[in-house]
């Protein structure tokens, strides 16, 4: 029966329909030798027979080809889209990061050149899930990958390099995908490519770009792309898997799959990327791309939250460009990825009525005044274009808002191309061309979306209630929509801020019911930085209203006696956070294990000085008796500014209890001194903990002369330097009497006690 059907439906996307409802009446082997084309060869007709070298000569000509016309063309610029960046010209390396199997908390730096030698127990493992937010360059990754292959720059090893968007792919195998890349007259078919692919796994790289764009759960799918990402099929060749941090999760889930997977995260820019993005973007204009560098490594908020991210410095990079004197300045005072997205659109809206002067197009004070309404109908396509994962739209999809949709081409929210119609597509649509409709990226259409989502909350409530009732239950998968829609009006952020909070308080209510000292000890690093609370921080800072910061501080925040910034926080919960400190409770404990720029290590150190609850601080540090966290020893993670504000200010500080962990200063005499020196002169400091730390020689110079007895130095684990390094510090011991005026110190596993004076 098989057989017969087989040779008779040769339109490969009804085979997976065959194979669910195989599965389903629970013929799993048929199901799979159905979709295995290598394995069942008497399935295919003669005319299927291929010549496999002159198809892998014909296909790998075709499809360098479209990469190097389409796909390794990269558009940074969206006000001029005759503009486009040559891939070797533009392109930056972002910062890789392979998570330790030993350790999920820790991720440790990949070299590209080593993304194919990351090992699972001593094997090479050939299925790796790229994660990073939107807006990371996993797609521009993806890109590179195949402009190295196509240019011979790497991955020899593969005689076929294949990216596929997983948005483009449903209802089609690989080989279907890669037909659409070649040439009209190239003869082999999809079928022939499939056949290929699965026969000659270990010399196919398969790169599927977009998880989070599946059009399915992945357990309930049989389609043939993704039974190779569940590594069903195809299980001798290497994969690559791209997706938001949402979506990766359900490869997480799967134990089977957690075996299989390397797991990577794209981290974005690191400073010198940044640096790197902005010349080349500014090529022959040193000067500009040095008043931009300068400008972003003077504001930390730009700096850490944005620059990070290659669709946010890129679009800085144009306003830099477009901008000068006073809009120069106002950029400095960007706070969120939404203030940045209307930034843009601003920037856009004015660009187009400029560049255009005839007199029957509308002026920019005239497009100011239409632009709004118009971007909400695009936003209801957007909006729906998010819900069925898809960013390009057939034109006719616009027919009822052509108008808008014509305006949004011009002001460049939109992109109107043609492509040509598949051949296998012409019986049902004769026309040789079509005409398609994209957003320039996922996150514009998010944007657009929330705008009319934000609407309804007014125009049609009821609607609204249903659709951020839906929301709310998938909330990660829908987090830039949540955070874009926050920023719309306070009523907005109020309204979700209150429904998320409503949400999770029945979960979170008991567990701060108990002392903080259980809380910290009983529950685990990952509940303790919560991601729900983290969520709702974010998107509170989004909304960049105090009324929605006073909600979270008082009704959610109020209770938590204790606050953990650890190195898993995003630099955008951080200053979310900062944003409502205002509101918070009485917190008596604070951690800081987050590298921290300027601005964010001032207004931590101003809150630790206001603060008349405070008593017990841990700066940077492992595992500690009343912190058991599993944290990054790798810094002290405040900026300089923080340790003199601290010294300045010492005798406002209320903190009795200090930890001071994995402290690697040894190249910062400044800061090691302020630190000595905001220690010795804290008023009502009880005890100290020093562990594991890498102190400058001038750390125990400014001790010394602040101090009376120095007992404390012949105990410290020092590594870099000999004694004879500081033999001027006075040796004399006190005598160990009574605790009054004196300060328990605990160094390692010793116990000591410094004097005061």
């Known amino acids: 029966m098989l057989r017969d059907w087989r040779n008779t439906k040769r339109r490969v996307e009804e085979r997976p329909s065959l194979a669910h409802a195989l599965r389903e009446a629970q013929l799993e082997r048929l199901a799979d030798m159905l979709l295995m084309n290598s394995k069942v060869p008497d399935l295919q007709t003669t005319s299927d027979d291929l010549p496999q070298n002159d198809l892998l000569e014909s296909v790998v000509k075709d499809i360098k080809e479209y990469y190097k016309r389409n796909i390794c063309i990269i558009q940074a610029d969206p006000t001029n889209n005759d503009v486009m960046f040559e891939f070797n010209h533009i392109y ?44 990371a360059g996993k797609t521009t990754f993806c890109s590179k990958i195949v402009w190295d292959w196509a240019n011979d720059l790497g991955f020899q090893q593969f005689k076929l390099v294949a990216v596929i968007p997983v948005r483009k792919a449903k209802n089609k195998t690989v080989g279907d995908v890669i037909k659409s890349y070649l040439s009209d007259n190239n003869p082999f078919t999809a079928v022939q490519i499939d056949k290929y692919i699965l026969t000659n796994q270990e010399d196919v790289f398969l790169v599927f770009d977009g998880l989070d764009e599946l059009w399915e759960k992945l357990s309930d799918n049989s389609h043939q792309i993704v039974q190779i990402i569940l590594n069903r099929l195809f299980k001798f060749g290497t994969v690559l898997v791209t997706s938001r941090q949402w979506r990766a999760h359900e490869i997480h889930r799967i134990t089977e799959l957690k075996k299989a997977y390397a797991f990577i995260y794209l981290d974005g820019f690191s400073p010198d990327n940044v640096t790197e993005y902005i010349k080349k973007f500014f090529n022959q204009d040193a000067a500009s791309s040095q008043k931009l560098i300068d400008f972003i490594n003077s504001n930390d908020v ?78 209801e396509i957007a909006f729906q274009g998010i819900l069925d994962r898809r960013i390009e739209f057939p034109e006719d999809t616009f027919q009822s808002c052509r108008v808008s949709m014509e305006l949004g081409c011009k002001v460049g929210v939109l992109t109107r191309e043609k492509h040509a119609t598949p051949r296998r597509d012409r019986r049902k649509n004769p026309c040789l061309e079509i005409s398609m409709v994209h957003f320039p990226h996922q996150l514009f ?54 429904r998320l909070i409503a949400k ?16 910290v000890r009983d529950f685990s690093h990952d509940y303790l930085i919560d991601r729900e609370w983290r969520f709702i921080v974010d998107v509170a800072y989004e909304s960049q209203h105090q009324s929605v910061a006073k909600k979270v501080g008082n009704q959610f925040m109020r209770s938590r006696k204790t606050l953990n910034i650890t190195c898993h926080w995003s630099v955008h919960t951080v200053f979310g956070l900062l944003f409502i400190k205002d509101h918070l409770g009485e917190v008596d404990s604070l951690v800081l294990a987050k590298r921290c720029g300027h601005t964010a290590s001032q207004d931590l150190a101003e809150f630790i ?51 001071i962990g994995f402290a690697r200063l040894y190249h910062q005499p400044l800061t090691s001194c302020k630190l000595a020196e905001f220690i010795c002169k804290m008023p009502r400091l009880e005890s100290l903990e020093l562990s594991e730390s890498e102190l400058h020689k001038d750390f125990f110079s400014k001790w010394a002369s602040i101090v009376s007895s120095a007992k404390v130095c012949h105990n410290m684990p020092i590594q870099r330097w000999s004694w004879s390094d500081i033999g001027h510090l006075d040796k004399t011991l006190k005598p160990i009497g009574t605790t009054a005026g004196y300060v328990f110190i605990k160094l390692r596993n010793h116990y000591s006690f410094m004097h005061r004076r």
């Open 92 to 135: 930056t390396d972002p910062t890789l990061l392979e998570e330790d199997r030993n350790d999920i908390t820790k991720r440790n730096p990949l070299p590209y050149r080593n993304l194919l030698k990351t090992k699972i127990n001593g094997q090479l493992s050939n299925r790796l899930l790229v994660q990073g937010g939107g807006g």
């Open 609 to 659: 000085l206001s603060s008349a609850s405070l008593r017990t601080m841990r700066i940077g540090g492992s595992m500690s008796t009343f912190f058991p966290l599993s944290l990054l020893p790798d810094f002290i993670p405040m900026h300089a500014v923080f340790y003199s504000m601290l010294v300045d200010n010492v005798q406002q500080c209320q903190i009795q209890n200090l930890t």
């Open 504 to 519: 999770h308080k029945a979960s979170w209510l008991p567990q701060i019911a108990q002392s903080e000292f259980n809380y």
């Open 445 to 498: 259409q998010e944007f657009l979306a929330a705008k009319f989502l934000a609407s309804l909350y007014s125009s049609d409530h009821d609607r609204y209630e249903r659709i951020m009732a839906d929301i709310l239950e998938k909330k990660e998968e829908f987090r830039y929509l949540l955070y874009f829609t926050s920023a719309q009006g306070s009523e907005h952020g109020l309204d979700i801020v209150t």
């Open 302 to 379: 730009i700096a850490d939250n944005m620059a990070p991210f290659p669709i946010y410095i890129a679009m800085l990079c144009i306003m830099w460009r477009e901008y000068d004197g006073e809009r120069r300045k106002a950029m400095s005072k960007l706070m969120t990825f939404s203030q940045l997205f209307d930034e843009m659109v601003d920037l856009l809206v004015d660009h187009c009525g400029s560049k255009d002067d005839s007199q029957t197009c509308p002026t920019v004070q005239e497009l100011r005044q239409m632009i709004p309404n118009h971007l909400k109908t695009i936003g």
